[in-house]
């Protein structure tokens, strides 16, 4: 479970993160949406522990992002939405660097098996620099995974990624999410939006103006309307809208 209390975050003078509130459950894919520069990527860093807020608390599974580092670190795995690989190395020695960084011995059947989940096992002997755009940020997703983490945070993580990889991936997230895993996803991608998330929160410069459902977004936008809107896309581009 991840509880965000009143989370301020400044750069300098410029405020990013003006008092968001949060709470996600064990279990749940939840959309973090919102406009390029609401500060998403900004949050999701304060969650890995790489950025600390300015005021307020979060808590991972009942440890303090601000102070129990070494426990968090642990438990979260991250997809960040730079790409973070080494590109003269092949897509074994970049998964077994990775799993370096992480206290327990990952078995090679991990390694191969976390590859095979983002159909990359094919491009085991391959450099990243000759990987396609898609198979590098599938990459990127499967050295998150390799801990089996409790916790994912995970910054727009299929982006360019073909469709029908992009539903495996989808697919995974949810078995992974019944399982019990928290998932925090960022995605602009409506059929993400739509067919992942169980629950979304819309960020606007920095505040939550919307949690719930879809369902209880067109239930609380069609109560303000003469003509109520039954389209999803058209309920989520409401809610994304200034
Ligand atoms: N290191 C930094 N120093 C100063 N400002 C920063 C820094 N990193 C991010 N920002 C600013 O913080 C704001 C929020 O950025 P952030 O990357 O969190 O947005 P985002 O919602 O993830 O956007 P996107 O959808 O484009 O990924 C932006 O205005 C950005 O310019
Ligand atoms: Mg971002």
Redesign the pocket.
């Known amino acids: 479970m991840i509880s965000i209390e009143n989370v301020h975050r400044h750069?300098?003078k410029?405020s990013?993160l003006n008092g968001v509130t949060l709470q996600i459950q064990d279990g749940e894919i939840f959309g973090l949406l919102?406009?390029?520069?609401?500060?998403?990527?900004?949050?999701l860093s304060i969650l890995t522990t790489v950025m600390k807020p300015s005021e307020g608390q979060v808590y991972m599974n009942g440890f303090d992002v601000t102070k129990q580092h070494k426990q968090i670190r642990q438990m979260i795995g991250y997809v960040p939405?730079d790409i973070a690989l080494w590109e003269e190395l092949t897509v074994k020695e970049n998964i077994r660097l990775w799993s370096k960084f992480i206290k327990t011995k990952i078995p090679k059947e991990r390694m191969i098996q976390v590859c095979e989940e983002v159909n990359l096992h094919n491009k085991w002997h391959e450099k990243v620099s000759q990987l396609s755009g898609g198979m590098k940020r599938k990459l990127n997703i499967a050295v998150a995974l390799l801990h089996d983490p409790d916790i994912l945070l995970m910054?727009?993580p299929t982006v360019g990624i073909d469709i029908q990889s992009k539903l495996e991936i989808n697919e995974y997230m949810k078995v992974l999410a019944k399982q019990g895993k928290t998932i925090v996803y960022?995605t602009?991608d409506m059929s993400e939006i739509k067919g992942l998330c169980s629950r979304i929160g819309v960020?606007k410069k920095g505040k939550l103006t919307f949690i719930g459902t879809i369902e209880t977004a067109k239930a609380s936008i069609n109560n303000q309307l003469n003509k109520p809107i039954i389209n999803e896309e058209e309920i989520i581009f409401h809610l994304l809208k200034d």
Do not use: V
Request: charged letters at 20%; hydrophobic letters at 20%.
């Open positions: 750069y300098g410029k990013i919102g406009p390029n520069g609401a500060g998403k990527s900004t949050l939405q910054d727009e960022t602009h960020l």
